[in-house]
T-cell receptor
Framework: RKEVEQDPGPFNVPEGATVAFNCTYS??????FFWYRQDCRKEPKLLMS???SGNEDGRFTAQLNRASQYISLLIRDSKLSDSATYLC????????????FGTGTRLKVLA | NAGVTQTPKFQVLKTGQSMTLQCAQD?????MSWYRQDPGMGLRLIHY???????DQGEVPNGYNVSRSTTEDFPLRLLSAAPSQTSVYFC???????????FGDGTRLSIL
């Protein structure tokens, strides 16, 4: 089993739709979680950190489910500019310093 | 704020040549790392550092060397370039392992 797994997509959704991505992780000791977005051939950019109680930033909501070991990202009222690849990142647990990246979920918002 | 600065942005090398990719950050971050990303693939960790004088290998370290003599700089050296090292290289930094990483805008490297 991969340490961090994401559905590669692509998710093709119409403008204005709500879309959700999940990301599962294997190490129950993982402590910090992040969502990044990456545009084609560009660097990953932090979208949001994921907190235990869940958190929201405008149209974006992140949730953490420790019992089932997954994090989720919900995008409401999708915009054309949301088209990108969304990367799930899990911080290293105690004893290691390697951030674990998922391979990403591609989102395409259609006009 | 400059953040994480990578140079050069583009480079073409011939097989067997060596070169150094530069990475500098001005945020006083302890943790720095190098990744490569091949077309359509995820990020793969090459080397990382948890502070000046301390480096360790990631999942694909072969053919690359690093050093960390200062907090600010973390250069990546290709010892003898091979076509398989054609990729986009990203440098990233974070204050510690609990904080998100900040990425440079990458170096696009082609080995002929």
């Amino acid at each position: 089993r991969k340490e961090v797994e994401q559905d590669p997509g692509p998710f093709n959704v119409p403008e204005g739709a709500t879309v959700a991505f999940n990301c599962t992780y294997s190490n129950s000791a993982s402590q910090s979680f992040f969502w990044y977005r990456q545009d084609c051939r560009k660097e990953p950019k932090l979208l949001m950190s994921v907190y235990s109680s869940g958190n929201e930033d405008g149209r974006f909501t992140a949730q953490l489910n420790r019992a089932s070991q997954y994090i989720s990202l919900l995008i409401r009222d999708s915009k054309l500019s949301d088209s990108a690849t969304y990367l799930c990142v899990v911080n290293p647990s105690s004893g290691t310093y390697k951030y674990i990246f998922g391979t990403g979920t591609r989102l395409k918002v259609l006009a | 704020n400059a953040g994480v600065t990578q140079t050069p942005k583009f480079q073409v090398l011939k097989t067997g040549q060596s070169m150094t990719l530069q990475c500098a950050q001005d945020m006083n971050h302890e943790y720095m790392s190098w990744y490569r990303q091949d077309p359509g693939m995820g990020l793969r960790l090459i080397h990382y550092s948890v502070g000046a004088g301390i480096t360790d290998q990631g999942e694909v370290p072969n053919g690359y060397n690093v050093s960390r003599s200062t907090t600010e700089d973390f250069p990546l050296r290709l010892l003898s370039a091979a076509p398989s090292q054609t990729s986009v290289y990203f440098c990233a930094s974070s204050p510690d392992r609990f904080q998100p990483q900040h990425f440079g805008d990458g170096t696009r490297l082609s080995i002929l």
